[in-house]
Structures are given as C-alpha cells and as structure tokens.
C-alpha cells in the first residue's frame, strides 16, 4: 500500500514517504501532477522480470518433467529385460528340477540294486533339492520384478 502524499504548499506536495517529493503547479487553474517517476518503467521492468523468471521456471520444470519420463522408461525397460531373463532362467530351472530329481531316482535304484553307495544316493537327492531351491529363488525373483513393474505403472 503506497501511502497518500501530504500538501505542505500550494505548489509542493511532500510524499508521506520521505523518499520523494513531486512538484505540482497551480498556474491556470489546472490541477495536474506527475505520478511518482519511474514507476510505470520500473513496474514494466519488474513484469518482464517476472515473465522471464516464469518462462525459466517452465522450462526447468519441463526439462525436470522430461527427465523423470526419461528415467521412468529406462528403469521400465530395464525391468521388462529383467522380468525376460527370469523367465528364461525359471524354465532352465524346471528342466534341471526334473532332470536332477530323475538322476537322484535312477541313482536311488542304483543303490537299491547294490551298483551305488549311499553316499552318491545322498549327493544326487542334495543335488534336486538344490536345483529346486534355485528354482524357487528365481520364481521369488520374478514375484520381485512383477511388483517393480507395477509400481513403475502406477508412477507413470
């Protein structure tokens, strides 16, 4: 709020701001004054800082925007690459689970036939649990990379 200057004379007018005085002649009957000088320029060049600040402050926060659409894609990608591969290695896990767990049955045979020890018996059936516990490591994996994926989702 600017406050309202005073009139001290018939031709001065004192701001009640001590920061400046206007002069304002009563010649003629007229009743003119000038407003406060510079304001008009310096309320422009105040308005065209302020677009300038704005139009910069839009654009960092496109830049910003498009940064975290960019980085959003590329962890997406990264997921869907990762999510491929642990399929990929679920199905060598089955495939080994049922190749380790037939081992382990024919060696079990085997020594049922006097031709294995128990020993070889106990390393083959170590073997299948072993396989199956990959497995079941890669199918927590997966679980894991499908709830990345689903965040990733509802971010973007």
Known sequence: VRPEPRQVGPETVIPASPRRAVSRSRECGSRTSRSWPGRSQTAGRSSARQAESSKHAATAAERRRDLV?????????QARAALAALR???????TAVVESEE??????????????TYLEVQTYDLTALQAKVAAAQTRAQILIQLATLAQLAAQG
Do not use: C, F, I, M
């Open 88 to 94: 990929d290695q679920a199905a060598l896990d089955a």
């Open 103 to 116: 081992l382990a049955r024919l060696v079990y045979h085997s020594y049922q036939g006097g031709r294995s």
């Open 69 to 77: 659409v960019e980085q959003l894609a590329r962890e997406w990608d």
